[in-house]
């Protein structure tokens, strides 16, 4: 299998399996999809200022 080939197939059971981990959020109705929008917003920030703080996007301090 080639490269590509594995991080599509990482990508297709990433998606399967992040669907099956936010099945159970139905039951919250509409009030889900409005408390996802806030929780989407924290989770994503937290992990940019992460990334952005440990260097992780940075190419040329991984080769240092």
Known sequence: MH???QTRLKDVLNAFFGGL??????????TGIWLSWPFGWVISSTLSLAFYLLG????????A
Request: hydrophobic share 35%.
């Open 21 to 30: 981990c936010l099945g159970p959020l139905h039951p919250f109705g509409i």
């Open 56 to 63: 992780v996007w940075d190419p040329l301090k991984k080769k």
């Open 3 to 5: 490269r590509s080939e």
